[in-house]
Structures are given as C-alpha cells and as structure tokens.
C-alpha cells in the first residue's frame, strides 16, 4: 500500500512561494497524484492533479520527478486565504485492489 | 457549494447503536467515495462506488457497509457503533471511474458523535 509522508506544518510570509512535498515511495505505474486544500469544517477542494514532470493550473504548480516517489506542489504568493491544510492524495494499484491513500496533511500558516 | 450533498450534518449516538449517512453526488458524476477523518488517523479512504459498483475498498471495518443506489446516491452504514467510530464522514463525487484526470468534489461532511 502507498504510503506518504508529508511535514506537519509550514509558515509562510504574504507574498512568498510554498513548496509543500509529499513523499510516495510506492506508488504504483500508472497511478496519479492529487492535492487537495481543506479549510477548517470544510470538505478537502480539489487543487491541482498531475502523473509526472510539471502540471501548472491557475492556482498551482506540481511538480514529479521522473522516479515519482515524490511530487512538489508549489503554491506562488500566497496571501492569508492560503491558510489551509494541504493533502497529497495517491492512488495505489498494487496491492491486488485499487486503493487511495491521503497523507497526513500539512497545515500552512499564511503570516502578514 | 461543491453540488455535493450529505445528509444529516450532525449525528449523536450511542454505542452499539446503528446509523445510516446519505450522500447525494453532483448531477453527472457516477462515482462516489466515502472518506473518515479523524484527528488521530487522518483522512482514510473507505470505498468507492461507480454506477452501482464497488469500484475500490480502503480501510473499511466490517460494521461499516455502503451501498450506491440506481439514482447514484449512496449511503454508508454504520453498526454497532463504538467511541472510536466518533468522527467526520465525507462523501466525494467524480465523473469517471478511476483516478486520472478526474476532480473529486466533497460535501460538507457528517460529523457523527458516539456517546
């Protein structure tokens, strides 16, 4: 099964670029990953899915190196609404069934 | 608003008591997954459904059962309920049935209390 593993947490100045990675040393071949942002007693809101190299969107970019066992989201000038908790999310394909497996979350402190 | 709906937002019971959560997809999606958030585990993944199938299955006990109905709405059940079962429960909705390029949208989330 997939495993990930992420930082707990993570300060940043307003106006600053974050970098947030996840680690997914099993990740199975043909499997994508995910990030998701969560704002206290919400649901988890889709940011940004890439499968390797670099995926950029309006918000995000991500990054995956060519061994995918680990992606990079990277999040330009973030501002105070920034302050959320991040999750990788990978799908995993060889244990015999399809799982999916969220990190644990990196919760990212906007500081003005 | 995702177009996500889960129904009740709040639950309070008892131990080995029985409940049943609802979660009605965004129009169009087939798929439905279920996700457990704790403070101590995370988010886990439980099962996903794909037009009435089980698509895949993550970490759901055997009390737990979930089912997706030919209107697309789904409902976990959870049974012989225990302290530790107190937690949020999503439900998330996408298109298609596998990962790649596919945008899951989240509900609110039922928070379930067991006293």
């Known amino acids: 099964l997939a495993k990930t593993t992420q930082p707990i947490s993570m300060d940043s100045y307003e106006g600053q670029e974050v970098n947030i990675t996840c680690s997914h040393n099993n990740i199975a071949t043909n499997d994508y990953i995910t990030w998701y942002q969560q704002f206290p007693s919400q649901g988890p809101r889709f940011i940004i899915q890439g499968y390797k190299t670099k995926v950029t969107n309006e918000v995000a970019s991500l990054f995956i190196p060519a061994d995918r066992k680990s992606s990079t989201l990277s999040l330009p000038r973030v501002s105070l609404s920034d302050t959320a908790v991040y999750y990788c999310l990978v799908g995993d394909s060889g244990a015999g069934s399809y799982q999916l497996t969220f990190g644990k979350g990196t919760k990212l402190s906007v500081i003005p | 608003d995702s177009g996500v709906t889960q129904t009740p937002k709040h639950l309070i019971t008892a131990t080995g008591q029985r409940v049943t959560l609802r979660c009605s997809p965004r129009s169009g999606d087939l798929s439905v997954y279920w996700y457990q958030q704790s403070l101590d585990q995370g988010l886990q993944f439980l099962i996903q459904y794909y037009n009435g199938e089980e698509r895949a299955k993550g970490n759901i006990l055997e009390r737990f059962s979930a089912q997706q109905f030919p209107d697309l709405h789904s409902e976990l059940n959870l049974s012989s309920l225990e302290l530790g079962d107190s937690a949020l429960y999503f439900c998330?909705?996408?298109?298609?049935?596998?990962?790649?390029?596919?945008?899951?949208?989240f509900g609110q989330g039922t928070r379930l209390t067991v006293v």
């Open positions: 998330a909705s996408s298109v298609g049935p596998g990962q790649e390029n596919t945008e899951a949208f």
